[in-house]
C-alpha cells in the first residue's frame, strides 16, 4: 500500500478528533522508520553498484562479455534507484575503456556518441572532466580506426590542457606523454619517419616526470616506438637492437606482469617482420613459433602471426600453406575491425600478393579490389577495373599500396595476354595512385616527410613512365609521351619547388610585411638551432645537450607549422598559390622554355630502366635504356678518371655515356639544335655533359686533349641544366626586382696561409685555406668590365655579403668552398674563419638575378633521389636566386680565374648564360692553355650553369641612345640639304 494510500484510509475510518490525531502519531512513526529504512537500502544499492563495477573491472581485459554484463546490471540498478547520474560517468568510462582493449570499434563509436548528448547534461563542476575524457576517448577511437586527420584534431585541442599540469599530477604527465607518443605513432602511419623519431625522442623528457611523481619508468615503452619507426625507415640494424633489448626486459617482468605477454607477442611479430624484409623466411619462422607460445584464446595478435606466418611460407614458394595462414588472419581481422579498415585492407593486400606470385594475375586483382572497398567508406565495387573517387578516404597510405599494386597487376596481365584493355586499366590506377601520393604529400609539414614519401614511392613514377610508353607504342598516340613526361616531372625536385611557390605566394596575397617578418624569423630561429645540432653531432658529441636541443627544435618546428596553418587559414589567397596545380608539362616547356634551336633533355632513373625525354618545339622523343646500373657505374669511374687524369678509362666512358644518354635522342631532333637543357636525374647531376664525346677516338701513341681532336660535345652545343621543367618555367617567369641597388658585387676574400705548390686549388677541405693569388684579379677584372661594387681581402666579409647581396643584381663569389659530409654544413668562405653554410642561406631571400660561385664543389653534395644534389647551389636557389654558375669538383684557382673573365665577356656582349659560358671555355682552350696536360678536362669543365640561361638584361644607356639618334637624324638632314641643291 502507498503512503497516499494511508493517508486517504486514516481519513476514511477518522470519527473524530482524538483518533485523527492517535492515527496521525501513527503515520508519522511509520514515515521515520520508512525513512531509516530507505537509507540502509539506499546505502546497499550504491555498494552493490560498485561491486558489479568492480567485477567489470577485473573482467575488462579477459572476459568483456562478462564486463558488459556487470555495468548493465549496475546500470539498471542505478536507473531504478534514480542514481544514474550520479555514476552515469563511472559506467560510460568502463564501456569505452572495455570497446577500446577489444577493439570493438562500432561498441566504441556508438557509447561515445551516446556519452556526448548524455554526459553534457550533468552538472557544471563534472563538466572539464567529461570534456578531457571524451577528447581522449574519441582521439582513440580516430586512432584505431585509421582516421589520422580526426585523430590529430584531438590531440591538438588536447595538448594546450594536458600541458598546464604536467609538472604536478602523474596522470596529466602520462596524458600529456601519450599525446605525444599517438601523434609520433600517426606521422609513423603517414610513412613520416624522421618526424616519428623526433616526437619519441621528445616524449623522453617526462620520462624523469613520471618516474619522479609515480615511481613507473616508461623507457621500455618509449624504445618500441623508436624501434618501430627505425624498422620502418628501414634502420634494421637499430631496430632489431631495440626490440631484442625490450624483450628481455618484458621476459624477466611478465611473470608478475602478465599483460606484458602483448608486447612481447608484438615484438616477435615486429622482428619476425624485419627478418621478411630481409628475404630470411626461416629466421622469421622462428621468432614467429616463439610467438604462438605465447597467444591465448582470442588473442588479437594471433591474426599479425598468421599473417607473418604466410608471408613467410609465401618467400619459401610454398603458397597452399601461405595461403591457408593468411585467409585465417583474414577471417580473424574481420571479426574483430569489420570489412572497413585498414587492417582488413592490409590482410586482403597480402593474399593478392600470394596470388601474383603464383601468376593468378586475376586472382589477385580481386583480393586488391577488396582491400580498396575496405578503405573507402560507402565503396562497395568489387569489379578488378573499379576505381573509388576516393571522396573519404580512412588510410591514404594504405590506399596507395593497394591501387600501385592493381596497377602492376595489370601490366602483368597485360605482358601475358597482350590485350590493350589491360595496359590502359593499368594507366587509370596509376594515375589514380599519383594523384593519391599528391594529396598525402600535402598533408605533410616537413620538408624531410616529403622527400621520403618521393623515395619511398619511386617505383610508381617509373611504372607511369612505361606503362604510358607502351601505350604510345601501341597507339602512336603522343598524349601517352605528354602523360609519361608528367610521370617524370612530378617525381623532380618538389621541395625546391614548394620553396620557390611559398615564396612567391607571401608576396601575392597580401600578407602584412609584420606578420612576414614573424615567419622569417621563426624559420631563422629553426635554422640557428639545425646548425647547432649538426655541429655537436660533427663534433664531440654531448647526448644530453643534443637531446635538450632537438626537443627545442622540435617544439619551434610545431611552433612554425601552427603558424603556417594560421597563415594559409587567415589567407586564402596565400594557401591557393601555394598549393595550386603548377607542373609544367610539353606545352608549357615549348611555350615558356624552348626557342627554335634549343631541345630540352629530362632524364628519369628508375630502378629497371633510364627514361630520357627530347623534346623541341615541334619533335618529342622518348627512350628507355634497360643498363642503369652500369650507366651509374661508368658515371663513377667518368668522375674518377677526370680526379685521376686516366686518359683511357676518361676516353671509354665519355663515349659510352654519350651513346646511351644523347646519341639516339639528338639524331631524332635533328641538325637545327644548338643548345641543350638538360634536367639530369640520379649520378648524372655529378657530370658536366660538356665532356662527353660524340665520336670514337681512335688509340694512338701521343693522346691529346686539344679540342680540334677530342669529340667533346662543347665542340657541337652550349649546354645549361634545370632542377626540373617546372622550377625552371619558375626561375624565367621570376619578376625583377626594383631593390637593386648595384648590378654587380664582387668577393674576393684574403686568405693568411701562403703556399709553395704550383698548383692551387679552392677547396677548404682540412681548413687549408690558402691564399688564392688569382682571386682578387678576377673580381677586379670583372669589375672593369661591367661596373658595380667589389669588395677584395678584409673587406670581403660575410657581413658585406649579406647587407649587399639582398641589394644587387649579379653576385659573384671568388674564394674557397667545400661540400661537407653534412649537407648542411658545406660552406663558402668569406676570410679564415668566416664562413656561410648552406643552412645559413635557406632563410634568406635574395633578389639577384645570378649568382656565379667561383669556388670549388659548389655544385657538389648528397643525392636525393627525386630531389637532386644537396648542394650550396641548390641552397641559392632556395634564396630565390633563379640562375647559378657552379663547380661540380675542386677547381685550379688559375684556370678558373681566367675561364670566369672571359665569362663575364661574353655575358656583356650578349650571349645566353649557356652560350657565354661554352664560350669562356672554348677561349680558354684555345688562348690560356700553356701546358698540354691543362686542356684535360678537369680545368675547364667543373663549372656547369644551371638554372635560367638567358641573356643578362643590361640597363639602357638613355644618353648614348640619344646622342645615336642626334646624329643619325643629322646625317639625314645634311643628306637631304645636299640632294635638294
Known amino acids: ?111 561515445l556518441k551516446d556519452a556526448d548528448t548524455e554526459l553534457r547534461k550533468l552538472p557544471d563542476s563534472l563538466q572539464g572532466e567529461i570534456e578531457l575524457f571524451l577528447l581522449k576517448k574519441w582521439r582513440d577511437y580516430y586512432y584505431i580506426t585509421g582516421n589520422w586527420g580526426k585523430a590529430l584534431q584531438k590531440i591538438e585541442a588536447l595538448h594546450p590542457i594536458l600541458e598546464k599540469d604536467i609538472e604536478s599530477y602523474p596522470d596529466v604527465c602520462k596524458s600529456f606523454m601519450v599525446n605525444v607518443v599517438y601523434r609520433g605513432n600517426i606521422e609513423m602511419r603517414k610513412n613520416n619517419y624522421d618526424l616519428a623519431i623526433k616526437y619519441f625522442r621528445y616524449a623522453f623528457k617526462y620520462v624523469e616526470t613520471m618516474k619522479k611523481l609515480k615511481g613507473v619508468d616508461y623507457t621500455d615503452r618509449l624504445n618500441l616506438h623508436l624501434a618501430s619507426a627505425y624498422k620502418n625507415k628501414g634502420e634494421y640494424t637499430k631496430s632489431i637492437v631495440h626490440y631484442l633489448k625490450s624483450n628481455e626486459s618484458y621476459q624477466k617482468r611478465i611473470i608478475k606482469k602478465p599483460k606484458l605477454k602483448n608486447s612481447l607477442l608484438n615484438n616477435y611479430n615486429n622482428i619476425a617482420a624485419l627478418y621478411l624484409e630481409m628475404n630470411q623466411p626461416d629466421s622469421a619462422l622462428l621468432y614467429l613459433n616463439q610467438s604462438i ?63 601474383q606470385e603464383k601468376q593468378d594475375f586475376e586472382t589477385a586483382l580481386k583480393h586488391y579490389q577488396k582491400s580498396v572497398v575496405s578503405l573507402v567508406a560507402g565503396y562497395e565495387d568489387t569489379s578488378i577495373y573499379g576505381l573509388p573517387t576516393m571522396l573519404d578516404v580512412n588510410n591514404k597510405k594504405e590506399l596507395l599500396l593497394a591501387l600501385q599494386a592493381k596497377a602492376n597487376a595489370f601490366h602483368a596481365l597485360w605482358l601475358q595476354d597482350e590485350n590493350i584493355e589491360n595496359l590502359k586499366h593499368a594507366d587509370a590506377h596509376i594515375q589514380l595512385a599519383a594523384n593519391v601520393m599528391d594529396d598525402i604529400r600535402r598533408e605533410y609539414s616537413s620538408e624531410e616527410a616529403r622527400q621520403f614519401l618521393i623515395e619511398q614511392n619511386y617505383p610508381i613514377f617509373e611504372k607511369g613512365i612505361e606503362i604510358n610508353r607502351q601505350l604510345y607504342l601501341q597507339t ?42 614573424q615567419e622569417r624569423q621563426l624559420r631563422t630561429q629553426i635554422t640557428h638551432l639545425k646548425g647547432k645540432i649538426s655541429k655537436i653531432k660533427k663534433g664531440t658529441k654531448n647526448e644530453n645537450k643534443l637531446r635538450e636541443l632537438q626537443n627545442e627544435l622540435f617544439e619551434q618546428q610545431q611552433h612554425y607549422d601552427t603558424f603556417v596553418a594560421q597563415l594559409e587559414a587567415k589567407y ?26 634549343v631541345v630540352f633533355v629530362e632524364y628519369f632513373m628508375g630502378d629497371e630502366q633510364l627514361y630520357a625525354f627530347f623534346i623541341t618545339k615541334n619533335k618529342i622523343h622518348l627512350s628507355a635504356t634497360p643498363n642503369t646500373k652500369q650507366i651509374q657505374a661508368n658515371i663513377s669511374e667518368l668522375r674518377q678518371a677526370i680526379n685521376e687524369a686516366n686518359d683511357v678509362s676518361y676516353v671509354q666512358t665519355a663515349r659510352f655515356l654519350y651513346q646511351n644518354l644523347l646519341e639516339e635522342g639528338l639524331e631524332k631532333m635533328g641538325e637545327s639544335v ?126 658585406n655579403f649579406v647587407d649587399l647581396g639582398t641589394k644587387s643584381r649579379l653576385i659573384h663569389l671568388s674564394t674557397h668552398a667545400c661540400a661537407d659530409e653534412d649537407d648542411q654544413l658545406s660552406r663558402i668562405y668569406f676570410n679564415d674563419s668566416e664562413y656561410l653554410t648552406a643552412l ?37 636557389a632556395y634564396t630565390g636566386v633563379p640562375a647559378t654558375t657552379m663547380s661540380l669538383w675542386s677547381v685550379d684557382d688559375n684556370a678558373t680565374s681566367k675561364i670566369m673573365v672571359h665569362y663575364y665577356k661574353h655575358l656583356k656582349s650578349g650571349k645566353t648564360k649557356d652560350q657565354a659560358l661554352r ?3 672554348l677561349d680558354f682552350l684555345d688562348e690560356d692553355v700553356v701546358n698540354p696536360r691543362h686542356q684535360a678536362p678537369y680545368y675547364w669543365a667543373a663549372f656547369v650553369h644551371i638554372g635560367n640561361a638567358e641573356a643578362l638584361e643590361h640597363k639602357t644607356n638613355w644618353w648614348l641612345w640619344l646622342s645615336a639618334l642626334a646624329l643619325i637624324i643629322g646625317g639625314i638632314s645634311i643628306r637631304q640639304y645636299y640632294q635638294r641643291r
Open 1 to 111: 500500500m502507498q503512503y497516499n494510500q494511508i493517508i486517504r484510509f486514516l481519513r476514511e475510518v477518522s470519527t473524530s478528533r482524538f483518533c485523527t490525531l492517535v492515527w496521525c502519531l501513527f503515520f508519522v512513526c511509520v514515515w521515520q522508520k520508512k525513512l531509516h529504512g530507505e537509507q540502509v537500502i539506499g546505502d546497499d544499492i550504491e555498494q552493490t553498484i560498485l561491486d558489479h563495477l568492480q567485477e567489470a573491472d577485473k573482467n575488462l581485459s579477459v572476459r568483456p562479455d562478462d564486463a558488459y554484463r556487470h555495468i548493465n546490471i549496475a546500470t539498471q540498478i542505478a536507473t531504478e534507484s534514480h542514481l544514474l547520474d550520479k555514476y552515469i560517468f563511472d559506467f560510460t568510462q568502463y564501456k569505452v575503456r572495455c570497446a577500446k582493449r577489444h577493439y570493438q570499434t562500432d561498441s566504441m563509436y556508438y557509447f
Open 293 to 355: 607460445e605465447h597467444h591465448i584464446k582470442d588473442d588479437p595478435f594471433y591474426a599479425t602471426t598468421w599473417l607473418n606466418i604466410g608471408k613467410a611460407f609465401t618467400q619459401k614458394g610454398d603458397y597452399t600453406q601461405a595461403a591457408d595462414y593468411m585467409n585465417q588472419a583474414l577471417n580473424l581481422t574481420q571479426n574483430r575491425y569489420g570489412n572497413k579498415h585498414y587492417k582488413t585492407a592490409q590482410v586482403y593486400l597480402e593474399i593478392g600478393k600470394v596470388y
Open 476 to 517: 602512336n598516340d603522343e598524349n601517352h609521351l605528354a602523360e609519361a613526361f608528367r610521370m617524370a616531372e612530378k617525381s623532380k625536385s618538389l621541395s625546391l619547388l614548394d620553396a620557390l611557390k611559398n615564396t612567391d605566394a607571401q608576396q601575392f596575397a597580401n600578407i602584412p610585411k609584420d606578420t612576414l617578418e
Open 572 to 597: 586564402p589567397d596565400y594557401h591557393n598559390l601555394k598549393y595550386g596545380q603548377s607542373i609544367a608539362g610539353i606545352d608549357e616547356i615549348r611555350r615558356d622554355i624552348l626557342s627554335h634551336d
Open 674 to 799: 644548338e643548345r641543350i637543357i638538360v634536367v639530369p636525374d640520379g649520378g648524372l647531376a655529378y657530370i658536366p655533359f660538356d665532356i662527353l664525346l660524340e665520336n670514337k677516338i681512335e688509340s694512338n701513341d701521343e693522346f691529346t686533349y686539344r679540342r680540334d681532336i677530342m669529340p667533346y660535345l662543347i665542340n657541337s652545343y652550349a649546354i645549361s641544366y634545370a632542377y626540373s621543367a617546372t622550377v625552371l618555367q619558375q626561375n624565367l617567369n621570376k619578376q625583377k626586382s626594383n631593390r637593386n641597388e648595384h648590378d654587380f658585387v664582387g668577393f674576393a676574400p684574403d686568405f693568411s696561409r701562403s703556399s709553395e705548390v704550383t698548383t692551387v686549388t679552392r677547396s677548404c677541405h682540412d681548413n687549408s685555406l690558402i691564399s688564392l693569388p688569382n682571386s682578387k684579379y678576377e673580381v677586379e677584372e670583372i669589375h672593369q668590365l661591367i661596373g658595380g661594387k667589389i669588395f677584395t681581402e678584409t673587406a670581403a666579409t660575410k657581413a
Open 840 to 876: 645559413e642561406l635557406y632563410p634568406l631571400r635574395l633578389d639577384a638575378d645570378m649568382v656565379v660561385l667561383s669556388a670549388c664543389e659548389t655544385g657538389i653534395g648528397t643525392l636525393r633521389r627525386g630531389e637532386g644534389v644537396m648542394s650550396l647551389a641548390r641552397a641559392f
Open 919 to 921: 664560350a669562356a671555355k
